[in-house]
């Protein structure tokens, strides 16, 4: 799961890159859910949720990457 995770977050990445947000929310949201306690993973969550103009859900996800690492930039 750990190896899928990280894919997907590539993955994500890619689509994001290409400006394709709802297919990076879809792969982000997957790879959160195999990995929750990756911060990247909760933050390119909201990175996407972001770009697709939904910033109240995006900060849900923003801190959530920062209370699993307290070093996490914010």
Do not use: H, W
Request: charged share 20%.
């Amino acid at each position: 799961q750990l190896v899928r995770a990280a894919q997907l977050n590539e993955k994500g990445v890619n689509y994001l890159q290409q400006g394709k947000n709802e297919q990076a929310l879809s792969v982000f949201s997957e790879a959160y859910s195999l990995n929750p306690s990756i911060p990247d993973y909760s933050n390119n969550v909201g990175v996407a949720l972001l770009n697709l103009n939904r910033p109240q859900d995006a900060i849900k996800y923003f801190i959530i990457s920062g209370n699993t690492d307290k070093d996490y930039p914010r």
